[in-house]
């Protein structure tokens, strides 16, 4: 199985500041990867897929980039209501896996 | 507006077996591939089924290969997924969720996970 690396697991940022977190791959995956946040006690939401494609809905705050093994999710001009935990996932073969998360506190 | 909701969650012993359902309304289901997925406590989620538009394609992880069954009622747009033997290591929040819409036969490109049920909870415990 393919093993998604997320880093760090932890960040502590400023309303306004812009956050950047990554997700490695063992092999690549080309673009086949999606983001997710995730609030506690709630079901995931579907942020980004195909490495950089905004989900409808979701601010443009937001924003994914990255190829083959190596990605990352920014989040421009932090806001209260982003904080939670987020996890990439890449769908390249069965079975798709998640990262372990990286969590956002203000 | 979609929506997708899981029921069958429970206290089960373990050896047992619990059957989860999942009704889905605001999209044409015929059009998704479904999954379940899963979340043990203070856990990231667990892809542990898929299964195709029709029903006649199913996809399981390793850790529930043999065990869990997926299925699916496209007249009455159900999910559905038996679970047999089941170990304390299967303890979690079990969620309903579809597929990207896929209309053609390149249903891998949109096998990220799009609409996410609210979950329901499985126990397995003696």
């Known amino acids: 199985d393919i093993q998604m690396t997320q880093s760090p697991s932890t960040v502590s940022a400023s309303v306004g500041d812009r956050v950047t977190f990554t997700c490695r791959a063992s092999?690549?995956?080309?673009?086949?990867l999606a983001w997710y946040q995730q609030k506690p006690g709630k079901a995931p939401k579907l942020l980004i897929y195909?490495?950089?494609t905004l989900e409808s809905g979701v601010p443009s705050r937001f924003s994914g980039s990255g190829f083959g093994t190596e990605f990352s999710l920014t989040i421009d001009s932090l806001q209260p209501d982003d904080i939670g935990t987020y996890y990439c996932?890449?769908?390249?073969?069965?079975?798709?896996?998640f990262g372990q998360g990286t969590k956002v506190e203000i | 507006e979609v929506h997708l909701m899981e029921s069958g969650g429970g206290l089960v012993q373990p050896g047992g077996s619990r059957r989860l359902s999942c009704t889905v309304s605001?999209?044409?289901?015929?059009?998704?591939?479904m999954n379940w997925v899963r979340q043990a406590p203070g856990k990231g989620p667990e892809w542990i089924s898929n299964?195709?538009?029709?029903?006649?394609?199913?996809h399981y992880a390793d850790s529930v290969k043999g065990r869990f069954t997926v299925s699916r009622d496209n007249a009455k747009t159900s999910l559905f997924l038996q679970m047999n033997s089941l170990r304390a290591e299967d303890t979690a929040v079990y969620y309903c969720v579809s597929g990207g819409e896929c209309t053609n036969d390149m249903c891998h490109h949109a096998a990220y996970f799009q609409h996410w049920g609210q979950g329901t909870e499985v126990t397995v415990s003696s």
């Open positions: 605001g999209l044409t289901f015929t059009n998704y591939e």
């Open positions: 092999q690549s995956i080309y673009t086949w």
């Open positions: 996932q890449h769908y390249y073969s069965y079975s798709w896996t």
């Open positions: 299964i195709s538009r029709s029903g006649d394609v199913t």
């Open positions: 195909k490495a950089s």
